[in-house]
T-cell receptor, first 107, second 114 residues
Framework: GQSLEQPSEVTAVEGAIVQINCTYQ??????LSWYQQHDGGAPTFLSY????GLEETGRFSSFLSRSDSYGYLLLQELQMKDSASYFC????????FGTGTRLQVFP | NAGVTQTPKFQVLKTGQSMTLQCAQD?????MYWYRQDPGMGLRLIYY???????DKGEVPNGYNVSRLNKREFSLRLESAAPSQTSVYFC?????????????FGPGTRLTVT
């Protein structure tokens, strides 16, 4: 089957850097996406890695290594508003989401 | 431009009742998806429609049916609701199947089955 595993929770302080990992057990994914979801809200798209390596979008960066079946989302200069759940997703003609990581940012 | 809209926002059903969740998008997207999210859990794909006229099962299709009414609308039907179907249901769309990695989500329908 297809599965993507993430740590359940990560905590950090404002201004810090945090990395959220995603490991997957499948073949056939075209790439890895990342989504953010605030409590009570809908998921919103953050980034996508179609190729191995690092993609940077402002304070957020995402990394993929296909040979290691591994990716991560890196959040820099953390702000309180970054407190949310983050999901990785592997895509074909659909998206299979990971288990999700709840990030808590403290002042 | 409303994006993806879902109705209703909240619903309470009794076991055995049926209902249809409605979803519409105004972005001229080809692909649409239905997910459920249980408390503290990830999103699980129920059904999807890669293009108008096609539907396919996702990870958890049992107990649900879908209809891709036209390019804009994709509905999800619970024929005989069960307490295990208590969840938040999200509809999403993407420009086409090759861009399934970038989906736009509706606000969700919070369903309780008693």
């Amino acid at each position: 089957g297809q599965s993507l595993e993430q740590p359940s929770e990560v905590t950090a302080v404002e201004g810090a850097i945090v990395q959220i990992n995603c490991t997957y057990q499948t073949s056939g994914f075209y790439g890895l996406s990342w989504y953010q979801q605030h409590d009570g809200g809908a998921p919103t798209f953050l980034s996508y890695n179609a190729l191995d390596g690092l993609e940077e979008t402002g304070r957020f960066s995402s990394f993929l290594s296909r040979s290691d079946s591994y990716g991560y989302l890196l959040l820099q200069e953390l702000q309180m508003k970054d407190s949310a759940s983050y999901f990785c997703g592997g895509n074909t003609d659909k998206l299979i989401f990971g288990t999700g990581t709840r990030l808590q940012v403290f002042p | 431009n409303a994006g993806v809209t879902q109705t209703p926002k909240f619903q309470v059903l009794k076991t055995g009742q049926s209902m249809t969740l409605q979803c519409a998008q105004d972005m001229n997207h080809n692909s649409m998806y239905w997910y459920r999210q249980d408390p503290g859990m990830g999103l699980r794909l129920i059904y999807y429609s890669a293009s108008e006229g096609t539907t396919d099962k996702g990870e958890v299709p049992n107990g649900y049916n879908v209809s891709r009414l036209n390019k804009r609308e994709f509905s999800l039907r619970l024929e005989s609701a069960a307490p295990s179907q208590t969840s938040v249901y999200f509809c999403a769309s993407s420009a086409h199947r090759d861009r399934a990695y970038e989906q736009y989500f509706g606000p969700g329908t919070r369903l309780t089955v008693t």
